[in-house]
């Protein structure tokens, strides 16, 4: 009986401890945050815009120096990175709208025709599906609408059927690589992010060609998905897409799930598809009941078990940071508000986001920074639905943190460690489609996009609803 209230007391203390420790941080980060305020003569949007501008130009000539005609520059050691054997030109087909979107006329038409002449998917290489589809798909169908040039159709059209045979699997949805020469196919177990972030790059292609192919293939793989849902409606990390067997059960927004749920939404947007808004809709009741978790910390979503909803993992981090951009787009404020201060305070804890952190103890636990865009894509949606200038001094502090950690002599560097601020040798494409780009169009007034005919992919691609 003793030994019991010994070991009851140590445990009682040991919480007491920790609440009153999470407290503290709370009290000592949250001095430093920014207050609610519609007051936006604080900030000048337009020196802002111009700075963006100005280091996306910084990046852009980096990559032109030591990489041109590669996929990626590694701004460390001045050199380059492809992904495969092959360069697919990665960094000039996910810059160009961005350069149209800044008006850098001269550069755009340049970068691409320089597309034009030099990229062909003729190639015996694996590629992932997912990674070609969200970057150079979406990428191409975007600068089509964007420069009005049918030879970036024409390239479009020529990589959506080589992507075509990753379809054809016993249930629909797709294999992760396909052979860009052969229609060879291989990765029969994949994610609901790989399975289900296709459609609107692959409808757009049909709209834009008239050829329903496309869209039909992507939005069976959607539907074969979500058919597969849990009883309580929740998806879980991984699949066989021969067998149609769950192999990860875990459910989540972040990684490797986290667009399956923003297509559902964007794709009933973007295509007034009924089926799509239904799946949204109940997707996000399940999602609202199971995984969001209301801590000292804040409102988090959490991890769970598919089958039984219950809370297995206490993570979040810098992919998650996605959700309340889609929150925010669905319609919900409120929730939309309240996990976006969440992952602010992620990112001010550590001076910049790490990749993951534990939200039960705000504690790292995967320290990486990838320059990634999620949180800046949320400040951006929320400002533009409140014009809140609460979510414009968000941006400043994510714009100077990158400045500040992340930039180069040449280029922008990921970072190894957001705590010690070591840099890595990598800047990927998407640093320029959407991280600079979400940061120019939060400041920048005279891109006002219309969410309502406008919606961006994954990648950040705007796609423009031309066909009504």
Not at 245 to 263: F, K, L, R
Not at 358 to 385: C, G, N, W
Request: contains cysteine; charged residues 20%; glycine residues 6%.
């Amino acid at each position: 009986m003793e030994e019991r209230l010994i070991f009851n007391f140590f445990n009682i203390m040991e919480k007491l401890y920790l609440a009153l420790s999470t407290w503290f941080f709370i009290i000592m980060v949250g001095a430093s945050y920014p207050q609610n305020t519609s007051d936006n003569n604080s900030i000048d949007k337009h020196v802002f815009a111009d700075s963006v501008r100005n280091e996306f130009l910084h990046a852009w000539n980096s990559y032109k120096r030591f990489a041109w005609g590669h996929d990626e520059l590694k701004p460390l050691s001045n050199s380059f990175r492809d992904w495969y054997s092959v360069s697919l030109l990665m960094t000039p087909v996910d810059a160009l709208d961005v350069m149209y979107l800044m008006k850098l006329g001269e550069e755009a038409e340049s970068t691409k025709n320089f597309i034009i002449e030099n990229l062909s998917f003729n190639q015996d290489i694996f590629v992932k599906n997912f990674e070609i589809t969200i970057r150079l798909l979406g990428g191409l169908l975007s600068n089509f609408q964007l420069s009005g040039d049918s030879r970036l159709l024409t390239l479009a059209e020529d990589l959506g059927k080589r992507l075509l045979p990753a379809f054809n699997s016993p249930t629909g949805m797709p294999f992760m690589f396909v052979n860009l020469k052969t229609g060879e196919v291989k990765g029969d177990v994949s994610n609901p992010a790989e399975i289900g972030t296709l459609l609107i790059e692959f409808g757009t292609l049909s709209k834009l060609t008239g050829n329903p192919i496309y869209f039909e293939k992507a939005k069976r793989a959607l539907v074969e998905l979500y058919n597969r849902r849990s009883p309580i409606g929740l998806v879980g990390s991984s699949i066989s897409v021969i067998s149609g067997t769950w192999v990860d059960g875990t459910s989540h927004i972040s990684g490797g799930i986290d667009s399956y749920y923003e297509y559902l939404l964007k794709c009933a947007i973007l295509f007034d598809d009924e089926d799509c808004l239904k799946m949204w809709q109940t997707s996000i009741q399940a999602i609202n009941k199971y995984l969001s978790h209301e801590t000292q910390t804040g409102l988090w979503y959490g991890q769970v078990n598919m089958l039984k909803g219950e809370i297995t993992s206490t993570r979040y981090g810098s992919l998650d940071a996605f959700f309340p951009a889609v929150l925010a787009l669905s319609g919900d404020i409120e929730k939309a508000a309240r996990l976006q201060k969440s992952s602010d305070l992620m990112w001010r804890s550590f001076g910049i986001e790490p990749e993951e952190i534990d939200y039960s103890q705000m504690k790292v636990t995967f320290p990486s920074y990838h320059l990634r865009p999620e949180i800046i894509e949320s400040a951006y949606y929320l400002y533009h639905f409140t014009g809140d200038s609460i979510y414009l001094k968000m941006g400043k502090n994510y714009f100077e943190s990158l400045v500040k950690f992340c930039r180069t002599e040449n280029g922008y560097a990921e970072l190894k460690n957001v705590e010690t601020k070591e840099k890595t040798d990598e800047m990927e494409s998407f640093f320029f489609a959407e991280t600079l780009k979400y940061l120019y169009l939060l400041f920048a007034d005279q891109e006002v996009i219309d969410f309502s005919e406008v919606i961006f992919n994954t990648e950040a691609h705007p796609i423009w609803k031309t066909w009504k």
